[in-house]
Antibody, heavy 120, light 106 residues
Framework: EVQLVESGGGLVQPGRSLKLSCLAS????????MNWIRQAPGKGLEWVAS????????YYADTVKGRFTISRDNAKNTLYLQMTSLRSEDTALYYC?????????????WGQGTLVTVSS | DTVLTQSPALAVSPGERVTISCRAS??????MHWYQQKPGQQPTLLIY???NLESGVPARFSGSGSGTDFTLTIDPVEADDTATYYC?????????FGSGTKLEIK
């Protein structure tokens, strides 16, 4: 069974940093592209970043480019999102999502999410 | 960015047929996908590549369309289908989602 478990969320002040993790199991992690997608409270879904299976291709939404860094450790079956210079508008539930295949751009599996609240 | 426009809400009775539309601001070929999000849960994939039913999804769900106009159909609707439905395109960079259609079952 595919499982994605996010962690690392919490309350953080504007301008500070936070690092999210997503531990994957139930599939060969190194074979799949992975993504972060977020959902502000009561709002819709926003794609944040993607990383290919071997980390060769990385893409970001303009809203986070230069502030967020997506990475992965295939030996640890873990996806990361390093977030810096956080703003109130980054407040959201952050989901880790696996692509259907690698590089195809749709999301077959989602974690339960980890909540990031940016507030003073 | 490719903007995906969805109607905000629909209300139907059990047993009826419902169509949820998604219009793209530019062509996305058939790289359109649909997700269901029930309250308090993560989204789940229903349809990929416009018309392919994800494994385990009831055949009551179907998708159609290409280019800029897409439709998710549920026939017949059941009470358990109460949820918000999102379309998402992966043809143009960046990936974008529609704002969601909240489906209420009367």
């Amino acid at each position: 069974e595919v499982q994605l478990v996010e962690s690392g969320g919490g309350l953080v002040q504007p301008g500070r940093s936070l690092k999210l993790s997503c531990l994957a199991s139930g599939f060969t992690f190194s074979n799949y592209g992975m993504n972060w997608i977020r959902q502000a409270p009561g709002k819709g879904l926003e794609w944040v970043a993607s990383i290919s299976s071997s980390s060769s291709y990385i893409y970001y939404a303009d809203t986070v480019k230069g502030r967020f860094t997506i990475s992965r450790d295939n030996a640890k079956n873990t996806l990361y999102l390093q977030m810096t210079s956080l703003r109130s508008e980054d407040t959201a539930l952050y989901y880790c999502a696996r692509e259907y295949y690698s590089g195809d751009g749709w999301f077959a599996y989602w974690g339960q999410g980890t909540l990031v609240t940016v507030s003073s | 960015d490719t903007v995906l426009t969805q109607s905000p809400a629909l209300a139907v009775s059990p047993g009826e047929r419902v169509t949820i539309s998604c219009r793209a601001s530019e062509s996305v070929s058939t790289l359109m996908h649909w997700y269901q999000q029930k309250p308090g849960q993560q989204p789940t994939l229903l349809i990929y590549l416009a018309s392919n039913l994800e494994s385990g999804v009831p055949a009551r769900f179907s998708g159609s369309g290409s280019g800029t106009d897409f439709t998710l159909t549920i026939d017949p609707v059941e009470a358990d289908d109460t949820a918000t439905y999102y379309c998402q395109q992966s043809w143009n960079d960046p990936f974008t989602f529609g704002s969601g259609t909240k489906l209420e079952i009367k």
